[in-house]
């Protein structure tokens, strides 16, 4: 079940990129691989051309796209990262930075600073007023969920089961959660074309 998700996650994630670069490039101003000698170089510009597309479509999007969107990338890295790391320290006492956290006999889980994590970068969003603190709260706010949903299992069984056979449940809560994000993200910007496309007809003078 777990692989499952995983699969379904990374196949839908290199659909959409490919399908996107694939748009850019028949519309774009690189030549397409039957009309150049050079179709490598086609394709970097191609690759450059699409980049440039998600950076204007990031800068132009709403503060609600943009943070949801900081969300999901920051939530899902820093699931990556941690299961990474916490799967190289199996093996090894350090990896860069990081290390096992020990406080007397207390094995300090990264569930905790996850926890504070989210809950400082969450305040600082509602507090605020700045459009702009807002969106990028979000990836403090990803970062901390990451970190609390990656031991989810642990919190839900009150014992450390991460490398056990129920430690897998934080694995497919997460993919769940990083799912339903990016189904709230797509469903998010097609009703804002919608309302763009209806409201803009609506409001027309007839």
Not at 67 to 85: D, E, H, K, Y
Request: glycine content about 8%; hydrophobic content about 50%; proline content about 4%.
């Amino acid at each position: 079940m777990t692989v499952a998700l995983g699969v379904v996650a990374l196949v839908a994630t290199a659909t959409v990129v490919a399908v996107e670069y694939g748009r850019v490039w028949r519309r774009g101003s690189a030549p397409l691989p039957a009309e150049t000698e050079d179709p490598i170089r086609a394709a970097a510009e191609a690759a450059a051309e699409t980049a440039e597309v998600v950076l204007v479509g990031y800068r132009e999007g709403s503060v609600r796209e943009n943070a949801l969107l900081n969300l999901l990338v920051s939530f899902f890295g820093t699931f990556i990262v941690v299961r990474t790391v916490t799967t190289l320290l199996r093996e090894r006492p350090r990896v860069g930075p990081f290390q096992n956290v020990v406080l007397g006999r207390r094995h300090i889980h990264h569930f905790v600073p996850g926890i504070v994590l989210a809950f400082g970068a969450g305040g600082a969003a509602i507090v605020t007023h700045n459009d702009t603190v807002k969106r990028w709260m979000a990836l403090p706010f990803g970062a901390g969920m990451g970190l609390t949903l990656d031991e989810s299992a642990l919190l839900l069984e009150l014992d450390d089961v991460y490398w056990s056979d129920e430690g897998i449940l934080s694995v497919q809560i997460t993919l769940a959660v990083a799912a339903l994000m990016a189904a709230t993200a797509l469903a998010l910007r097609l009703l804002l074309r919608g309302e763009q496309e209806v409201l803009a007809s609506d409001t027309a003078p007839r």
